[in-house]
Nanobody, 124 residues
Framework: QIQLVESGGGLAQAGDSLRLSCTAS????????IGWFRQTARNEREFVAG????????DYADAVKGRFAISRNNAENTVFLEMNDLKPEDTAVYYC?????????????????WGRGTQVTVSS
């Protein structure tokens, strides 16, 4: 079983940057793709970015391409989401999940484990 803990959320102004971390514990962590998703009170959980187990493949939602970057450090069991040029519409609770297929899928149903989330609030 994999346990995931997100950190790094907080308050930001439009144009600012934040870096989220997803730290994992458990066996065979590097076999899992890791994805970042976000959710607001009105919307379903939506895909933000995903990275494969090896870190060699990544994918992004169109809304964040060119602004966000996902990376992972398997030696430290951590995946990062660097968020630049933040916009008010990026406001959400951000969750990381572990995808046992190893891909970091854009489909939330592929994920077996989830963290509890970290709040990101961006003001205009």
């Amino acid at each position: 079983q994999i346990q995931l803990v997100e950190s790094g959320g907080g308050l930001a102004q439009a144009g600012d940057s934040l870096r989220l971390s997803c730290t994992a514990s458990g066996p065979s962590y590097s076999n899992y793709g890791i994805g970042w998703f976000r959710q607001t009170a009105r919307n379903e959980r939506e895909f933000v970015a995903g990275v494969s187990g090896s870190g060699g493949r990544s994918d992004y939602a169109d809304a964040v391409k060119g602004r966000f970057a996902i990376s992972r450090n398997n030696a430290e069991n951590t995946v990062f989401l660097e968020m630049n040029d933040l916009k008010p519409e990026d406001t959400a609770v951000y969750y990381c999940g572990a995808d046992p297929t190893g891909w970091g899928s854009s489909r939330a149903t592929k994920y077996l484990y989830w963290g509890r989330g970290t709040q990101v609030t961006v003001s205009s």
